[in-house]
């Protein structure tokens, strides 16, 4: 072992303490540290840790962000989202490979640099975007895949690139009770200290606020539920993991309002009386953790952190922050919990539920960033201001991510009940043939349906909405979420490690050339397993834009049912390619024609 490589792993794990709930974060800072998780720093945990090397082994095998193997000095991953594609990303990823030598998915002979892709990077109105070493550069252009490639070249550090390639802006385009709201960091809690813990806990009662997650579980009986459970410690985590695809309004709260987020964390530590919080930050937006942490110290210098906060005997209360790694699935509250104790972020068996047994076992909140935002709204006016917005079932406004075909993508913030017609005209959209609500778990909303309204009443939502006109091909929608579902199953369940991939695979058939009514049937009855036997939702959703749209856009499929009766995936030309490649050959006879073959 290198004395750097065991420096660089002994000073990361004083950081921590040595503690194995930490073994995530531990990961990431030797691999920041060392460009890579090597053996040789495997071991020095192993023996400072006391932690079997297959423990140490499984958790950073499991995150897509963390290298048991080089992976160059400059880890370039394009973002592989539906609207990427749609703004020519693989045109531009294609395009950087050839400028710079290196194959798709491999690192280049020198060990300087690898070029792949990853899942949606959160930047859905900036794009093309990309992540450097996990940090993100937008607004991607051949000219600035050229000056890229240069500094690259050149070795420059990424302190040396110029500002402008990760410049990331909030785009906040329509604002509301949310957004428009004036800032006053300390101004929540003392209105809260004034109300009481049993005052406080009625207002958000009162409120009717739900979870912006997505689940739109009723935020004050949560909150009431793990301040009634049993157990001396009890936690808050702040669940900034929004991995939906079309999804961002995370990025801009803690970018512009981290300060009404944290208060509602606080708030609820109020409540509950927890004396520790957690803010589990997406790993696409490591660029946030700097700023996120000098927000967190501010907080302290001005004691609304900390120990008697705001002078309140036994009102004691600080925030971690814990950046995730690249897993889809610990957006699910029970993988992240799992993510935070140091381990693979493998959903859990519910019940028991994180109210009662969360982190470590104890009593836990787990809200979404937009529910801890709007908490603080409610502390300062009241539980029946907040209800008074929005519809009788759906209260307060929401942040809808508007992403796709229009000439004004961004964050929109709407009274629940806004019809979707409305959105489209706000944000410049034009021959609109459908919206994607809720990414690709979600649902396809056609024309025809452009009244429908934003609420749990209708179109419940986490937040994505991505638009697509008559240019698009809605198979090839639909065709890009099913590998983003294949690519994030966490592989636990054999029916969703395996059923994703076969459904992928079908998609991708139909695509080829090869479909037929027989490959409708199967996605039925793979959709019926999935929904039956997945562990979690990840599974149960896989299926969904993959009917949504045969449902409401079957000539897109029927164009790719080439033949009557059933017709096997395997193209024997297709997997020739790679021996034409290696030969040179691409003339006639080195083609295989299936049909001139049975005529034979």
């Not at 963390?66 to 370039?76: D, N, V």
């Not at 990309?130 to 990424?158: F, H, Q, S, W, Y």
């Not at 934003?454 to 909405?465: K, Q, S, V």
């Not at 966490?490 to 058939?509: H, I």
Request: aromatic share 8%; hydrophobic share 40%.
């Amino acid at each position: 072992m290198t004395g750097a490589i065991k420096a660089a792993v002994d000073t990361v794990l004083e950081r921590y303490r040595r503690d194995p709930h930490y073994l995530v974060q531990i990961l990431r800072e030797v691999q920041e540290a060392c460009d890579w998780i090597s053996p040789e720093a495997i071991d020095r945990m192993q023996e400072v840790m006391r932690l079997p090397r297959t423990k140490i082994e499984g958790v950073a095998g499991f995150y897509s962000f963390l290298y048991t193997r080089p992976r160059g000095k400059y880890r370039m991953l394009f973002s592989d989202n539906i609207t990427d594609r749609m703004l020519g990303n693989m045109e531009l990823l294609d395009y950087m490979c050839g400028q710079l030598w290196v194959e798709r998915g491999k690192t280049s002979e020198d060990g300087l640099v690898s070029i792949d892709t990853t899942s949606c990077t959160g930047m859905c109105d900036q794009g093309p975007a990309m992540l450097v070493n996990n940090i993100a550069v937008t607004r991607l252009t051949k000219p600035r895949i050229d000056a890229i490639c240069e500094l690259i070249r050149a070795g420059a550090p990424l302190t040396a690139w110029p500002a402008e390639f990760f410049r990331v802006e909030d785009n906040v385009r329509r604002e509301d009770v949310m957004l428009a709201s004036e800032p006053d960091p300390g101004r929540a809690l003392t209105a809260a200290l004034a109300r009481g813990v049993d005052g406080l806990l009625a207002e958000i009662k009162a409120s009717n606020l739900r979870g912006r997650g997505g689940a739109g579980f009723a935020t004050g009986l949560k909150w009431e539920a793990c301040r009634n459970a049993p157990g001396e410690v009890h936690y808050v985590v702040c669940n900034a993991d929004e991995g939906e695809p079309g999804t961002f309004k995370d990025r801009v709260l803690l970018t512009s309002y981290a300060d009404r987020v944290l208060a509602g964390m606080t708030l609820c530590a109020f409540v509950v009386g927890a004396k520790r919080g957690f803010l589990y930050l997406r790993g696409e937006y490591r660029y946030l953790l700097d700023h996120l942490q000098a927000v967190l110290a501010r907080r302290r210098r001005r004691n609304l952190l900390g120990e008697r906060i705001l002078g309140r005997t036994g009102l004691d209360f600080d925030i971690e922050i814990h950046l995730g790694a690249g897993a889809y699935v610990c957006g699910e509250e029970s993988a992240l919990i799992e993510s935070l104790e140091g381990k693979r972020g493998t959903p859990r068996n519910r019940p028991p539920y994180p109210v009662t047994h969360g982190y470590l076992g104890s009593p836990t909140v787990v809200n979404n960033v937009e529910t801890f935002a709007a908490c603080s709204l409610i502390a300062r006016n009241g539980g029946a201001w907040y209800a008074g917005v929005g519809t009788e079932d759906s209260a307060g406004t929401k942040i809808l991510c508007v992403s796709g075909d229009c000439s004004r993508p961004g964050i929109y913030e709407y009274p629940f009940g806004v019809a979707v017609r409305d959105v489209l005209a706000d944000c410049g959209a034009a021959d609109t043939q459908a919206v994607q609500i809720s990414g690709p778990s979600g649902i396809c909303v056609p024309a025809a349906e452009f009244d429908r309204r934003i609420a749990f009443e209708d179109l419940p939502t986490a937040g994505a909405f991505m638009i697509f006109d008559h240019s698009r091909d809605l198979f090839e929608v639909a065709r890009n979420f099913v590998h983003f579902f294949a690519h994030e199953s966490c592989g636990f369940c054999t029916p969703c490690r395996v059923g994703t991939s076969l459904l992928r695979n079908m998609m991708d058939k139909l695509a080829n050339g090869h479909g037929s009514p027989y490959d409708f049937a199967e996605i039925e009855k793979m959709n019926k397993i999935l929904q039956a036997m997945s562990h979690c939702g990840l599974g149960h959703s896989a299926c969904n834009p993959v009917l949504d749209t045969v449902a409401k856009f079957r000539p897109a499929y029927e164009r790719r049912l080439e033949h009557d009766e059933f017709k096997p995936a395997f193209d024997l030309d297709r997997a020739l390619t790679a021996a034409r490649q290696m030969t040179g050959r691409d003339d006639a006879e080195a083609h295989f024609d299936a049909r001139s073959e049975e005529s034979r």
